[in-house]
Nanobody, 122 residues
């Protein structure tokens, strides 16, 4: 499966963005699509994931209800709604695909998009 992210940009503190991940190729029902982010000088961290079949969502603790992940299987897209953005949310956001149950760990993801930059200005 090939993944392409879009929707990043520059927003003020408290603002919002909607990131999208367009998937192409063969997507199996046991796939999970995850969003990760990597801030300058920091390791890549898990943000959220959704099961392709059923649309069950999981989030990192730091999300605290500010983000929402969803998938549209008809359009082969997974979206990540970012609300109440803070400067600490500034990072490159990546979507990735895995068939592993350990979907919070980046090492279990085989396919990655190129990333989209989110910058939150204070």
């Amino acid at each position: 499966v090939q993944l392409v992210e879009y929707g990043g940009g520059l927003v003020p503190v408290g603002g919002f963005l909607r990131l999208s991940c367009a998937a192409s190729g063969r997507i199996y029902n046991n796939y999970k699509i995850g969003w990760f982010r990597q801030a300058p000088g920091k390791e890549r961290e898990f943000v959220a994931a959704v099961t392709w079949s059923g649309g069950r969502a999981s989030y990192a603790d730091f999300v605290e209800g500010r983000f929402a992940i969803s998938r549209d299987s008809a359009k082969n897209t997974v979206s990540l709604q970012l609300n109440s953005l803070e400067p600490e949310d500034t990072a490159i956001y990546y979507c990735a695909a895995t068939q592993s149950g350990a979907f919070t760990y980046s090492r279990y993801y085989r396919e990655w998009g190129q990333g989209t930059l989110v910058t939150v200005s204070s």
